[in-house]
């Protein structure tokens, strides 16, 4: 999965011209070649329709069963009047999901957060019908709405106390408002792979229940990618530093490697556990840098751990270098 997701020209542009007309009822996005870009307005035939009506004669036929959607919708008579919703199905693709998982925050932040009161994230169509928002409603105190980043922090926190009652951890940033914590010895892990004091390997993961960054246990110390791979679990997802030591064309180099996988489990339907690796991704390599001086030489991001193999590390640690053969220029017909 690729990182640094940022909204279009054309989407802030679509943007604009959704909140200069309020005739409009809502804006549909995606994601494409790395960017989020607009797909349409909603605009109902007149200004009369609820918020109810709009949302299923308009809405409706766009919420696919298997397609991820952002959905921006002016919802609120006052300002800010905007709600925005990421549909990421259950049965959409392992690699959709992440992505719109995600980048969600990042779409209200570059879109402006002071123009949303709320946003919602929703797994099945039942979710986007006036039901569905009825529901939604009945769960949330709109006197006094908190912002996502505001609702996150709350949980992260409740998790720093649960998590301090057995284990001590140190906070890493994610934003200036969000952080989470990693445990001290996958700090210290993280230290010794640095140092040169014989750890190969670092394998972290995501502790659901206190949402902290935490040390997977490994006495291993692989001495070539297939031995890596097998470290590697093949069923939840793990961040892996590991340092390469391999000969090519006699020389022997030990460049340090970053891995990152996210298996496609059957049945996993754990969306808010398999969105926080990408979201903690890069904070775990900005850690890995400020607190060890830990650079790695290349990141592999794949679904499955077989993905990664010896030929394909190889490759990109050493690319190949095509020789051009010089032009020569074609000979007369009739000479010899």
Known sequence: ????????????????????????????ATISSEQLVPLQLLTPPSRGASFADNVDTLLKPHVQPNDALYIILRRYPSNPALLAVTYVPDTAKVRQKMLFAATRLTLVRELGSEHFRETFFATTAEDLTPAGFDKHDAHSSLEAPLTEEERSLGEVKRAEQEAGQGTASREMHLSKNLETPIADDALAALRELASESGRQLVMLKINPQTESVE???????????????????????????????????????????????????????????????????????????????????????????????????????HPRVEVKKAFERPKRPGRG
């Open 215 to 317: 040390l997977v246990p490994d006495d291993s110390a692989p001495s070539s990618i297939p031995e890596l791979v097998k470290s590697i679990s093949p069923s939840e997802p793990r961040f892996t530093f590991y340092r390469y030591t391999h000969t090519h064309n006699g020389t022997e180099s030990s460049p340090l490697l970053f891995i990152y996988t996210c298996p496609a489990s059957p049945g996993t339907k754990a969306i808010k556990f398999r969105m926080m690796y990408p979201l903690m991704k890069r904070a775990v390599l900005s850690i890995a840098e400020k607190e060890a001086g830990l650079q790695p030489v290349k990141k592999f991001e794949v679904e499955e751990v077989d993905e990664i193999t010896e030929d394909t590390v190889n490759s990109e640690l």
């Open 1 to 28: 999965m690729q990182s640094g997701i940022s909204a279009s020209q054309e989407l802030v542009s679509k943007f604009n011209e959704f909140l200069a007309d309020d005739s409009h009822f809502g804006l549909l």
